[in-house]
């Protein structure tokens, strides 16, 4: 299983910002033993694909509709005709902020596999839960309810983002990270058998530079999904790097 570097760019980029991007493409093409994306702003994915063929691009978030009359929304088929190739959904940003429920993203997920899209479903706990010694619960809860019973590992990976550590540079330690990712891979298996085995998990919670070899190189975490790291060709490199030693 090759290591999976997502780069989610959230509500940042302009058109100013393709150079950057070129870049990050650039400098992900060196390590050929690690599969890399990024996830931008819906307004930056066409203008993207087109100045990084051959790299893969995709969006932050779909519609559970193909169309209709949802003002301000894209639907996965825009993304996938816009050139997108995958899309994260159920990212912990929009399930505080746009209270999204496990039903919502389960329908999510369906709408952009039906849409030819690869998906990257998120899962986490916020810091109160882990303190309240909720995360497992929380966790795997919303494994079970996010995820379609069609999922597999060629168009659908998980992201574990502790909540609590996403831009805030901290991190679990790397015994909670391991019992949580062990636990996500146990219900993956028990649920969809080899199918499970094959479901990439990623980390995502302030990987960078720094900390990615660590992260890394804990079992069944299959590669991240950087946030503010993944900004830049020159703080994005350091984690390709980390994927691509932790395979050799």
């Not at 819906?42 to 893969?56: F, N």
């Not at 028990?190 to 302030?206: D, K, M, W």
Request: charged share 20%; proline share 3%; hydrophobic share 45%.
């Amino acid at each position: 299983m090759r290591k999976y570097i997502v780069g989610n760019w959230k509500m940042n980029g302009m058109s100013a910002d393709l150079t950057e991007i070129a870049a990050i493409a650039s400098v992900s093409a060196k390590y050929a033993s690690v599969e890399s994306a990024l996830c931008l702003p819906a307004t930056l994915i066409g203008r993207a694909v087109s100045a990084v063929e051959g790299y893969i691009i995709g969006g932050q978030d779909c519609h559970m509709n193909a169309s209709g009359a949802h003002t301000g929304c894209v639907s996965a088929a825009m993304l996938a005709d816009a050139g997108a190739r995958l899309t994260i959904v159920g990212h912990s940003e929009r399930r505080a902020d746009e209270h999204e429920s496990d039903a919502d993203i389960r329908a999510k997920a369906l709408a952009a596999k039906a849409a030819g899209l690869e998906v990257i479903i998120c899962v986490g706990e916020t810091l109160e839960q882990r303190d309240d010694g909720k995360a497992l619960e929380i966790v795997l809860g919303q494994l079970a309810q996010s995820l379609p019973d069609a999922a597999s590992g060629d168009w659908l990976s998980v992201a574990y983002e502790p909540v609590w550590a996403i831009g805030t540079g901290r991190i679990p330690e790397d015994k909670d990270v391991a019992d949580m990712h062990r636990e996500i891979r146990a219900q993956l298996t028990t649920r969809f058998g080899p199918a499970g085995a094959a479901i990439r998990i990623l980390y995502g919670g302030s990987m960078n530079g720094e900390n990615a070899a660590m992260l890394l190189s804990i079992p069944d975490v299959d590669g991240g999904l950087v946030g503010g790291a993944s900004l830049t060709a020159s703080k994005f490199e350091p984690i390709f790097a980390a994927a691509a030693k932790s395979a050799e």
